[in-house]
């Protein structure tokens, strides 16, 4: 990196986390400057230039800072980060420097943070299954290496847990395992703990690395916390041939220093205030998940979602969902219920499944039994409506079978607990709960189908 | 289309004043407006939107990241054109007409801005999205010495199942050939000699530039008389769109505008398709071109690749490109149906097309109209949309050709009110409304019938009557007078209850469930399923809605309505969609009669009875009860109103 020995002195304006000053010659877009204030330096990007100013971005907020003694430094370059695998089993901050007490990185490659738009004629066909051991997803809306699959959850959902509970079970054929990239932006310590907590507590704690952005850490500072863990991720995926996974959780709160920045810039809002380009902007964090044709390793992301007040419509979990290849969606009834999971199966996608799945890859009745489940458990869900127009007595007996079948989908299928089920398990879990239905009202799935798994006559 | 300037003549430099994002404003250049420039030292490729006092705004189409203010701008003198020949079919395009497949070998699987900025790509003088080293044979049509006028067909160049029209170009002027000959050539090199009206010598080559934002000019518009047949029945049957015409599809994530766009794709009746993958995923873009390789076209045998033509600016692709990319596919679709074929258009999808204009727009400073759309949004569209049509080529000999536009719509929130599917509703002749409950129901296509419209019956009556079955448009009327009445009964249902309905009714709900499961279920990805022709989807529907009047004669005849669905005829219904063979449509005339005939079979009730007899011994072969009739009706039915608040 060339430190320029220009530094100007004197900024024009403050205003929020934007500060505007003198341009340096040659100073171009995206670069990263060093913003020298009394007794710290902070980091700063060239969002805008304009004859003689430039508009610098703060990420460690413009607070303390003096229009007079402020130094401004050119660097010549974007941000970069280094990467190596030396990077797993460790914990950075929100520019990738290590806070716990391991040693010093020494980089492989030095990388731009921003990335470069993946050729989607390059991209290999995402194809193989993944399977994460909860049984909703696997069943229902499965993984695929290199998929974008978010999970939308609303204050006070286990969603982090979740979270942890896929990076820690992924498994892929062969009983390969993925290493976790945890990019926290913006949540508590305590969810941040939670999560290491659930790689400590399995022995993984050497195939995760951590870059933390809390609550009470500089806003806009979030906004380069994905970028940070993408980059490292495609290094590890793309580079090493690693199969990556990539949680990254808040992405409302990345939203929001979006939107605090955008104000800030005094840009033209779009809805509910975020600014026009978030969908632009969202996307060239997820679609650096995938898989390039013709090298090994892959990179999976899994965004946590917040929907404010449970609204699956607000501007970030909704541009989300146009972005990323289908959803998981939590449920407040259920966790209230002691689900656990709290999966609500009916709103659950995923885009990529059908060609991750079948026979070869899992079941060959494996779409045929996700179309059933669903298909039975929607009338069971729209029956519990109706009993409470009509009752239950008015019920014909396979409908109360039925209203039966959605109670113990529920508590037995999605609730499965803490324990990992593989396939196989899953598939029995989901027999187990067919079976209370009779045979006659399984009509998506073939009579030979039908035959292997139904004990009971015809 | 003026000849390039000559590289004699020095371009006029230019400085970089100001930037910000896609947005770069410079001084010292006297361009026109839609004229391209080159930014930066990397050349990045730019367009000029605006120019006042001296100061030219231009938007770039690469990333900007590293531009400073004093860098160089050099102006080309040309507008952004899409090179139109053989050599097409079967690429992938970015919004710039890049071929992505060859700088994926070239420049590796990262898009490096700048990376393929060869200064005659950028100025526009040779065709960089078809292969320039490829020969093709290409075959005189007319002599030395013929007298020649825009658009007139000079030869032609045979490319998989295409043939590609050798075209005078549109704005030339009467012109004489002076040569023209059998050759194997490139794209580039001249096949042959025009002399215009003013003397100047034009050659002849297998392709041509055309400005992407302009029209290509036809000879005289004509109406619309045929539909696009998608093998959907729900879309062929009781929405149909006009080849020629346009149908707009909105919906909420999840809902399957993709797997809608990809049934098109695969499936319509057209000679060529061009997809434009406008600011989606990658993924998807990766499926594609994983899948349509060895996909057969059902028309020709061939692979489905080589009549499809991909345009693929993902959303993580610069942004002002995704709006080139539109217009590069409608202008890609406008050259194939000069050549008299017939094209559909598929653009999934046009509200990102819309967020890029929102975002190039408020870079510029713009007051904007409602929800921070600029004001132009609509009359952008306008243009857009009336660029599909089914015209009579320019030129010699006459030529019929069409370019059917399927715009998806991604609203925000799955809200309909919102500007961009507001604004498209008055421009296509087709609404396809997908409907979050049916998708969350696993109803597939998730077109639902409240709200979907298509104003092109009465264009296309007479083309169903002499093609498929004069009894059309009754037997819509009936199909969708069936599903509004099955809302009409669950609304009493949800008052009084199921059991509190006349039997009547209950035939409605009976009737209304099989329309919805037995005929507008449609599996996309089952061999069988994905797509029939119109003949088989217009027995299915007589099958089905014959069952209205089979079961109120077997009321009539004394049978209780569940005895009479639980009729092994009924079973066989809900699974005639899967059936295929040469015989199909005698099976299914067969099978609609014997529905009509349930009251007759069932006159002394003995078959009915027999059957409800068994269910009662077998505890699982129970005929389906009202209220589960009722229940998933409304899971399929119900909340469509409602979709528009509580869905996405």
């Excluded at chain 2, 003397?199 to 297998?206: D, K």
């Excluded at chain 2, 217009?327 to 046009?350: H, I, K, N, P």
């Excluded at chain 2, 600029?374 to 370019?403: C, D, N, Q």
């Excluded at chain 2, 009321?555 to 066989?572: H, I, K, N, W, Y």
Aim: glycine share 10%; net charge negative; charged share 25%.
């Amino acid at each position: 990196m060339r430190l320029s020995s220009v530094r100007q002195l004197g900024v024009d304006r403050i205003a929020g986390p934007i500060v505007v000053l003198r341009r340096v010659a040659g100073m171009g877009l995206d670069e990263e400057v060093l913003v020298v204030g009394p007794g710290e330096t902070r980091h700063g990007r060239v969002l805008e230039l304009s004859g003689d100013l430039a508009v610098v971005q703060v990420y460690e907020g413009t607070f303390g800072l003096e229009v007079g003694s402020t130094g401004i430094e050119p660097t010549g370059e974007p941000f970069r980060l280094g990467v190596s695998d030396a990077m797993l089993g460790r914990v950075f901050d929100g520019r990738g420097r290590p806070v716990d007490d391991g040693p010093a990185i020494v980089a492989d490659r030095v990388l731009d943070v921003g990335g470069a738009p993946m050729n989607p004629a390059a991209r290999d066909h995402p194809v193989n299954f993944i399977e994460t051991g909860v049984s909703a997803i696997d069943l229902l809306a499965s993984l695929v290496r290199g998929q974008k699959l978010p999970i939308f959850t609303g204050p006070g959902l286990p969603a982090s847990t979740l979270a942890a509970r896929i990076a820690i079970g992924a498994r892929l054929p062969g009983d390969e395992r993925f290493v976790t990239i945890f990019a926290a932006m913006g949540v508590t310590r305590r969810e941040a703990d939670e999560f290491r907590d659930a790689f400590s507590s399995s022995a993984s704690v050497e195939r995760i690395a951590v870059f933390l952005n809390l609550a009470d850490d500089p806003v806009i500072e979030r906004l380069l916390v994905p970028r940070c863990a993408l980059t490292l991720g495609e290094h590890l995926a793309f580079g090493l041939g690693l199969d990556v996974l990539v949680v990254l959780t808040d992405v409302l709160a990345y939203g929001e220093a979006l939107r605090e920045l955008s104000t800030a810039r005094e840009e033209i809002p779009g809805r509910r205030g975020y600014p026009g380009y978030l969908y632009t902007d969202l996307a060239t964090l997820f679609e650096r998940a995938g898989r390039l044709r013709g090298r090994p390793g892959s990179l999976t992301v899994l965004p946590v979602v917040s929907m404010p007040d449970d609204d699956i419509t607000h501007p970030v979990p909704d541009l989300t969902g146009y972005i990323t290849e289908g959803q998981i969606v939590l449920s407040r009834d259920l966790h209230g219920r002691g689900i656990d999971p709290p999966i609500d199966v009916l709103p659950c996608l995923s885009r990529v499944m059908n060609a991750g799945i079948g026979a070869g890859r899992t079941r060959a009745e494996h779409r045929l039994v996700a179309d059933q489940l669903y298909a039975s458990y929607a009338r069971g869900c729209e029956l519990r409506r109706l009993v409470t127009v009509i009752g239950e007595a008015a019920l014909s007996p396979v409908e109360q079978r039925l209203l039966a079948f959605a109670d113990e989908f529920e508590t037995r299928f999605v609730g499965q607990g803490r324990a990992r089920r593989t396939l196989d398990e899953t598939f029995e879990a989901a027999w187990a709960v067919l079976r209370r239905l009779p045979r006659s009202e399984l009509r998506r799935l073939p009579d030979d189908v039908l035959d292997r798994a139904y004990p009971e006559p015809r | 289309m003026s000849e390039p300037r000559a590289a004699t003549e020095a371009p006029v430099p230019g400085r970089v004043v100001r930037a910000a994002g896609a947005i770069v404003r410079a001084a010292g250049l006297a361009p026109s407006v839609g004229e391209v420039v080159l930014v930066g030292e990397r050349r990045l490729f730019g367009e000029v939107i605006r120019l006042e006092e001296g100061v030219a705004t231009v938007q770039v189409y690469e990333e900007t990241a590293g531009l400073c203010v004093g860098d160089p701008v050099v102006a080309t003198g040309r507008p952004l054109v899409a090179w139109l020949g053989p050599g097409l079919l079967g690429t992938v395009l970015d919004g710039l007409e890049r071929p992505l497949r060859r700088l994926a070998e070239t420049e590796g699987p990262h898009l490096a801005a700048g990376g393929a900025g060869d200064d005659d790509r950028a100025a526009g003088d040779r065709p960089v999205g078809i292969d320039a080293h490829r020969r093709w044979t290409f075959t005189p049509l007319r002599r030395p010495g013929d007298r020649v006028g825009p658009g007139d067909v000079l030869g032609e160049v045979q490319e998989g199942p295409i043939r590609h029209r050798v075209l005078a170009q549109a704005d030339l002027g009467p012109a004489v050939v002076l040569e023209l000959r059998e050759a194997e050539a490139t794209v580039e090199s001249a096949v042959g000699l025009l002399e215009c009206a003013d003397g100047r010598l034009q050659p002849v080559r297998l392709a041509s530039p055309w400005p992407v934002r302009r029209p290509r000019p036809v000879a005289r518009r004509l109406p619309v008389e045929r539909p696009l047949v998608t093998g959907l029945r729900v879309l062929d049957m009781l929405f149909p769109v006009a080849e020629g015409g346009a149908a707009v599809v909105p919906g909420g994530f999840g809902t399957g505008k993709t797997v809608v766009e990809q049934s098109l794709a695969r499936w319509s009746d057209v000679d060529v398709v061009v997809y434009v993958g406008c600011g989606e995923r990658g993924n998807e873009v990766a499926e594609l071109l994983a899948t349509f390789p060895s996909l057969a076209d059902p028309r020709t045998g061939g692979a489905l690749l080589d009549r499809t033509v991909l345009i693929a600016n993902t959303s993580n692709m610069p942004v002002a490109a995704r709006e080139a990319s539109v217009q590069l596919g409608m202008t890609v679709a406008e050259y194939f149906r000069d050549q008299g074929l017939r094209v559909a258009l598929l653009a999934d999808s046009t509200s990102r097309w819309a967020e890029a204009l929102r975002e190039i727009g408020g870079r510029l400073e713009e007051l904007p109209g409602e929800e921070g759309y600029p004001a132009y949004l609509a009359s952008r569209l306008a243009a857009f949309y009336e660029r599909a049509g089914r015209a009579v080529a320019l030129g010699a000999p006459e030529r019929t050709g069409s370019v059917t536009l399927v715009a998806a719509v991604s609203p925000p929130g799955g809200d309909f009110s919102e500007p961009v599917t507001q604004a498209s509703l008055g421009l296509g002749g087709a609404l396809w409304a997908l409907d979050t409950e049916l998708a969350h129901a696993r109803h597939f296509p998730a077109i639902g019938w409240t709200q979907s419209y298509s104003l092109y019956l009465d264009a296309l009556e007479p083309w169903y009557a002499a093609n498929v079955d004069p009894a059309w448009p009754r037997l819509r009327t009936a199909a969708m007078e069936t599903l509004a009445r099955e809302r009409k009964v669950l609304d009493v249902v949800a008052l009084v209850g199921a059991d509190a309905i006349p039997e009547s009714d209950k035939v409605v709900l009976a009737v209304a469930r099989l329309v919805r499961e037995a005929f507008l279920r449609q599996h996309a990805y089952d061999p069988v399923d994905a797509a029939r022709p119109p003949a088989v989807q217009v027995a299915l529907l007589r099958a089905v809605l014959a069952a209205d009047a089979g079961l109120r004669a077997a009321l009539d005849a004394g049978a209780t309505l569940e005895a009479a669905l639980a009729s092994p005829v009924l079973a066989e219904l809900a699974r005639a969609n899967a059936w295929s063979g040469e015989d199909v449509l005698a099976r299914l005339a067969d099978l609609e009669r014997r529905v009509a005939d349930l009251g007759a079979a069932g006159g002394t009730g003995a078959e009915a009875r027999a059957v409800a007899a068994a269910g009662a011994e077998t505890p699982g072969a129970t005929g389906p009860g009202m209220a589960e009739v009722a229940g998933t009706a409304a899971a399929g039915a119900g909340p469509v109103e409602a979709a528009p608040e509580g869905s996405a």
